[in-house]
């Protein structure tokens, strides 16, 4: 379900007068269709009569011609519409519905025509439409919100046609195009968004020369390529992009020389490169990325000989090592530099009790994944050290009851997950 957007916007009645009474019967009533058909609601229990600010419907049989049972709920901000057979063409009857700013429309029948629906919500700023049958003509449509600053689009059938009726979208800050039919020349088009900061071009067969184009898109901060066929040498037409906070490169042809070219990004917070190619050898590049909060390394072939590179990184709080092959004791332990980490997993890795004693110096640990180690009781008693953690997940080892019993004595705050 989405998330809820509240707006501060009331109703025009007068409180206690037979206007606002009839207008709570009518609020009333469509709470209960809504949860008739097997939707739930959210209120905002902030503000007086608790009005209705959220409805979900996913998976439900909620139809075009249903949704204007949702008319009187006039404070409604979020409509999550996934999963079902709505097309677009009920929204036209939710023109009253002013403060309506979020939908979402993922796996649904919504296309191009029933789009024209959606000009009736003069307020929209978010709209999901992901996997969906949503084509070029659709993307016209879309161009006629001058508000809109969220819109996903992964998984439909958009093209650079109509990635070039999007760039009428001003006020757009995040775009999703993942899995759509998209090259350079679509992206040029993202040119003209002077406002976008997230993209997400997951899973396209992205080509040098069409990434090329992402160099105009100075203002981006977050940027996913999740998947895609990109390479060292692709990497290097990014530098441009010096605002970069999150750079997702996983299931990508990147390895330890293409880290090198990452050493521009100084604001990068987070990075990505699970099921990559990437080496110990390599992380001695990232050393110089003073910002770097987030690594994940999952599935890589660090072994975790090279983490003493990254000893510097201050900021640095959580490190996915989650299934690295060649992650053991003996290569573990230079972990105990990243005085900073505040979470690690460390799961399917080959670690024993003796990692236990390293990790326990890190003090300012709050969550920690362990499954499928060789961790027993005895590594678990030296957990125990780590007063600041609150969740410690443990599937698949040689724990005892008798240990997470002792465990949960020593730090009773502590979720622990066996």
Known sequence: MLRLVLCA???GAVPNSPEAARADDAEEKAARAVELIGGTVDRDASRPGKPVTGVALYGTKVTDAWLKELVPLRNLTTLDLGRTTVTGTGFKDLAPLKNLATVDL???LASGAGLKGLTALEGLTTLRLDRTGVTDEGAKELAAHK?????????SKITDAGLKELAALKTLTALNVGGARITGAGLKELAALPKLTELNLNTIPMRATDLKELAALKTLTVLSLFNTATTDADLKVLAPLTNLTTLILSYTKVTDTGLKDLTAFKNLIRLDLYDTAVMDVGLKDLAVLPNLSILQ???TKVTGTGLKHLGGLKKLTFLNLYDCKGVTDATLKGISQLKSLARIDLGQTGVTDASAKELAALTNLTSAYLGYTQLTDAGLK??????NLTSLEMFGTRITAAGVSEFRGALPKCKVHK
Not at 147 to 155: F, G, I, P, Q
């Open 9 to 11: 916007l009331v109703s």
């Open 106 to 108: 993922g796996n649904t």
């Open 147 to 155: 508000t809109l600053a969220v819109l996903n689009l992964s998984s």
């Open 297 to 299: 390394l999952s599935r």
């Open 382 to 387: 030296e957990l125990a050290a780590l007063t």
